[in-house]
């Protein structure tokens, strides 16, 4: 029976989802570096699973994939990157997330917490905008701050210094509840230097003091280092091509995910001869099912994002053949009624992927975007005026001009805009920094 990732609610979902399905739903939520740490995984943990060619340049065996990973430098253009580089510690914090088996929605909030740590670790966030924003109940939010906060180094998803040193504490210490006590309330007294009013304060020996100010100061106050996730080169990998080849779009999935596994049919008799060991046949059917059910998924992951790649082709056929410019609004509801699935499964397929195209490689999610319209009644996409504000600025690089100026000249294309939504395209506009602009065509009347 062919496996449905349709929801009707998110009720239904927690009721109805068989494991199977739940597996399915995992994978096609993953991006393509953090599938293949997951299936460097499995193979170790199912015998019967075995990766083709070597896992350590399956990357670059594909498709000729060297020529398709790419990472972003400050200077325009494209990098290829090391194939160690793609366990980064976000990615690896995100698979641990994506591999806990936790409920939908607080997978949902665990991942958004994921996006929103800074540089040292930390979630500054509020819980209160995030139910609000991603639709979730408290519960889900705390749940998946949760699960953020048992990931280790300890420490990560903290709101504060404080929360970060209490996580770190061990649950088992004989002191544990007195040194989290101490973090709350007195934590400049771990200098070194207030061992007596330690003493006093917690009717503790000075031995005692002197240990639990050196496990104190033996705590981590910022337990990773994300500083450079943003400004140093991020992994850019296209899991979809849309190209233009012989004035005809060509889609095609860069990497085929049930091609990468395949079952060891002779490992797979030898144990099976072993019919006198019923335990061992117990195993070996489990393993061998487990086996398959991994690669239908891996099949339905491919076959849907290919589904997605030709339904996007046709939606935005003018993009694809002449760039940004020309993308028409589009949400997901939109594409998931061209796909026949639920907008749950087309937010899974664009989630953290990547598509190349003839003027650069876009985050999959940034081909959603809002409306405007003209004076003449256009429908326009927010990512055409970004994309008309960029080859602004590339034509006047030594003028600085005004949001209210930017607002006019936008106004005598027929688009009417606020400044302040003037202000806030123009802080985003290092989304489209990556693009080949020499390649577009730009049309007269947005030659601004």
Not at 10 to 33: K, N, W
Not at 70 to 79: A, I, L, V
Not at 134 to 156: C, F, H, M, N, T
Request: hydrophobic share 35%.
């Amino acid at each position: 029976m062919k496996q449905e990732l349709y929801m009707k609610s998110s009720q239904t979902f927690r009721q109805s989802l068989a494991p199977g399905v739940m597996h399915s739903i995992q994978l096609l939520t993953m991006p393509y570096v953090s599938l293949l740490p997951f299936l460097r995984k499995a193979v170790l943990e199912n015998p019967l699973l075995e990766i083709e060619g070597n896992p350590e340049e399956i990357s670059f065996s594909i498709h000729d994939m060297e020529d398709r990973v790419y990472s972003r430098t400050e200077s325009e253009g494209y990098q290829i990157r090391d194939p160690e580089s793609f366990e980064s510690e976000e990615e690896m914090i995100r698979l641990e997330i994506l591999m806990m088996k936790l409920e939908p929605d607080v997978q949902k909030a665990a991942l958004a917490i994921l996006e929103e740590l800074d540089e040292y670790g930390y979630w500054r966030g509020g819980k209160e905008e995030l139910c609000i924003r991603l639709g979730l109940s408290d519960e889900a939010v705390e749940k998946g701050k949760s699960a953020v906060q048992s990931i280790k180094p300890k420490g990560i998803g903290a709101k504060n210094l404080i929360e970060c040193l209490q996580l770190q504490v061990d649950e088992g210490l004989e002191d544990g509840g007195l040194i989290k006590k101490i973090i709350e309330e007195h934590l400049e007294w771990a200098d070194g230097r207030h061992q007596i009013q330690l003493q006093k304060e917690y009717k503790i020996s000075s031995e005692q003091a002197d240990g639990i100010v050196a496990y104190i100061r033996g705590l981590e106050p910022y337990p990773v280092n994300l500083e450079n996730r943003k400004a140093e080169a991020v992994l850019i990998y296209p899991e979809i091509s849309i190209l233009c080849r012989e004035d005809r779009l060509v889609c095609t999935l860069n990497v085929r995910a049930h091609e990468m596994l395949r079952v060891n049919e002779q490992y797979l008799k030898n144990l099976s001869e072993m019919r006198e060991d019923t335990e061992t046949v117990a195993y070996v059917r489990k393993c061998r099912s487990n086996a398959r059910e991994m690669i239908e998924n891996l099949k339905l992951r491919d076959q849907t994002l290919q589904n997605l790649a030709e339904c996007l082709a046709v939606f935005q056929e003018d993009f694809f053949r002449y760039g940004p410019l020309w993308l028409k609004p589009m949400t997901l509801k939109t594409l998931a009624q061209r796909m026949k699935i639920g907008i749950s499964t087309v937010s899974r397929c664009v989630q953290d992927k990547y598509i190349e195209t003839e003027f650069g490689i876009f985050p999959l999610k940034m081909l959603f975007s809002s409306c405007l319209t003209t004076e003449d009644g256009r429908e326009v996409s927010a990512m055409a005026v970004k994309a008309a504000l960029q080859i602004f600025y590339k034509k006047h690089k030594e003028e600085k001009f005004s949001d209210n100026r930017l607002a006019e000249l936008l106004e005598k294309q027929g688009i009417r805009i606020s400044r302040r939504t003037i202000n806030k395209y123009r802080n985003e506009r290092n989304e489209l920094r990556y693009v080949n602009w020499d390649k577009i065509r730009k049309d007269r009347n947005w030659d601004v």
